[in-house]
């Protein structure tokens, strides 16, 4: 996309990183953060730079991504703090309540709707008692139809309630934060047992 769009994808992405990353509060106790779908790994760059503390695993179901997000990090000095795992979103592998905080950004508009209870039934199931969910993803609505916007799964993804899908997950304190057109950000919590 950087390449498509060379003058304003890279600041609007980092922008939409790091209001994203804002959504934790600073003080939260945030060590262990799992992004799914992390692509080149934008989303896990701006938690790392606002929790230093913190530790990574950035996944993506294409190794090819997993390159470049492992140059990024490298590039910034945090190469010690993340490892980088071919996942698929759907089945994770990892144990149940690993992380503090999980993650993703852009994947479900890219996913067919049979998926999307299953990847956030997922994440809950791998966030920690007292972690966080956060999460980004573009149009909703009959509004897409309009915007130039050609996804495969298009239809499927602007007819969720995400709201009620979060919350059938398992996600309580639920915040849906409209940002912009076209950008959504959605944060919650795994309740203490
Ligand atoms: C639109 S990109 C978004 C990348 C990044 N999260 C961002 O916000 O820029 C969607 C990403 O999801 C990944 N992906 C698609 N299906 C997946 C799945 N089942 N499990 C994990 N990653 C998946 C793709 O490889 C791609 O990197």
Redesign the pocket.
Known sequence: ?DAIIPLSHNVS?QQ??EKMAELIPEDAQIQTVL?????????ALALARRFPQSTFRV????PY?LVISQHKFNKVGFSERASFEQ????HTGYPDNSFDLVT????L???PKE?TPK?LKEMYRITKPGGWVLY?DTYRGEYALSASFQEPWLDDFIHFNFEYEFAKAGFTELHYIPYAVGLWYMVGRKLER
Do not use: K, N, P, Y
């Open positions: 996309m992405c939409l990183r992004e799914l779908g992390a692509g080149t790994a934008g989303g996944t993506d179901v294409s991504m996942v698929d979103a759907r993703s950004s852009l994947l508009h890219e996913t998926w990847i980004a």
